[in-house]
């Protein structure tokens, strides 16, 4: 290997930061504790050499520092030099001074060139891998863009910009997601692990906040601070309610969330696979925000419990079913909307209230389990469950025919009884 390899060294790791985007002064430190650590393998110390790297020349010297002995008493050739050699490089010098000279990197053989390279590789490969854990730690909750490299059974590789990878888990993607190698994803930074000094970034396409920022991106005025997101709420590429607020009275922050005729809501259901998203004016009055989260279902009344985050909401017979939304989806949502246990009640008129029975009442002989396998489709009073066939009972709850038979039978018999 010629010394103008050995020196080219330098230049090759110039280039590296400035790909990698390592601080150069980081990187001539890196450098200079390199050629110590071969020294020091070398020699046993690196406490009598002065390293100095040029970063702009793209080169470096190698200076070593030696006491002068007498001749009979040199111990140490690489701390000491005798007199005699001194005076070889000036007649002045006597003993006990310190004679400089410079060290020329390739006469410490192949192997200490090769540790170097090894060495140097490694320190920086650490440095990259700090680097890339820094980066992506402050932008935990961001939205970044990436391209597909690998798709595996569960999870898929991205790679940004700079050469980074990034893990899109299959847990974290919306159901409906399909992608090809090299297409475009964007997903939020959900966190970054690191596990050894291996930095592994994790995204998602499902968690609340990529919502959040997609419609931060959207609509200008969130993005300026005029109007808050406040809550949101997410079945991944099913539905989702988001709660905004504005801080201008002039403002209506859900015409301004939706855009003229959807325009700016589109982009963001088209980015989440088709995702129906509500979204509502929030408010601190908890009975009219979950009023507003059962949109479009029209409320009765309500009946909170706020210890323990309760409320029983009681609706006219034919608003229970918008309420409650295709498999429950919509009381769910308003449920993780506004943090509070939603419980759907048919509101009895006053001809059948004598007549109908909540199915609250035979819990001493119905599995509370079951009743509320009923409850959760729309069927809380005992007329509601008999007024349904048999079959679409099973259908939609899903329970054995055994038990619905058993069900059926028994609120039969209370109105037999009571006939």
Known sequence: MSKKETISLIGTFSEFKEIKNIDRSTLISVMEESFRNVISKLFGTDENYDVIINPDKGDFEIYRNRTIVADNELEDSNLQITLSEAKKIDEDYELGEEVTDTVDFLGFGRRA??????????????????????????????????????????????????????????????????????????????????????????????????????????????????????????????????????????????????????????????????????????????????SRALSPAKISSIRLNEVEKKAEIYLKPEEVSQAIGKGGMNIKLAGMLTGYTLDVFRELDEENDIEDIYLDEFSDEIDQWIIDALKSIGYDTAKSVLNVSREDLVRRTDLEEETIDEVLGILKAEFEEEA
């Not at 991944?236 to 209506?252: H, L, N, Q, W």
């Not at 995702?275 to 408010?283: C, G, K, M, S």
């Open 113 to 290: 060139i090769l540790t170097l390279r090894q060495t140097l590789s490694s320190k920086i490969l650490e440095l990259q891998k700090d680097s890339v854990f820094s980066k992506y730690s402050e932008m935990v909750g961001q939205i970044v863009s990436a391209e597909l490299y690998q798709i595996w059974k569960k999870e898929m590789l991205l790679i940004d910009e700079e050469g980074n990878e990034l893990y899109l888990p299959k847990s974290e993607q919306i159901p409906t997601d399909f992608y090809r190698k090299g297409d475009t994803v964007r997903a939020v930074v959900a966190m970054v692990e690191n596990r050894n000094n291996n930095p592994k970034i994790i995204l998602s396409r499902i968690s609340p906040l990529f919502l959040e920022r997609l419609f931060e991106l959207e609509v200008p005025e969130i993005h300026e601070g005029l109007i808050t997101i406040k809550k949101t709420a997410r079945m991944p590429g099913e539905r989702a309610k988001v709660a905004v607020e504005s801080y201008d009275d002039r403002i209506d922050p859900v015409g301004a969330c939706v855009g003229v005729k959807g325009s700016r809501i589109h982009g963001i259901v088209r980015e989440l696979r088709n995702e129906n998203i509500d979204v509502i004016n929030y408010t601190s009055n908890i009975n009219l925000f979950i």
